[in-house]
């Protein structure tokens, strides 16, 4: 009898080990990402599918009067359309990016 429990025992424990590991598995980041410098001074970025997280816009500007370069990402983090962030003043965009995030 005691056999039995203990085979009941582990065939839980490694059940319930692979529902957890499903369970962390379906935190998926966006896909279908694509992003670029845009025409208006700043970086665009924009994903075909959230695959329920979150994307946004970063970029990395120069400074004209040469200081060092500046960090900038979109306010909002968005599940679709495009994200557009900015270069301020007296800057040039350099580099653009995208941050994704699972939820």
């Known amino acids: 009898m005691e056999m039995k429990k203990v085979c009941a025992t582990l065939f839980a424990a490694v059940v319930m080990a692979a529902i957890g590991f499903q369970g962390t598995a379906a935190a998926a ?3 279908g990402c694509h992003y670029g410098k845009s025409d208006l001074n700043g970086a665009e970025a ?11 816009a970063i970029a990395v500007c120069w400074d004209l009067h040469g200081g060092p370069d500046i960090s900038r990402e979109a306010g909002a983090w968005v599940k679709s359309g495009y994200s557009l962030v900015f270069c301020p003043p007296m800057t040039k965009i350099k580099t653009a990016g995208i941050m ?3 939820d």
């Open 29 to 31: 980041h966006p896909s």
């Open 46 to 56: 924009r994903c075909s599918k959230a695959n329920g997280g979150h994307y946004k």
């Open 100 to 102: 994704t995030k699972a």
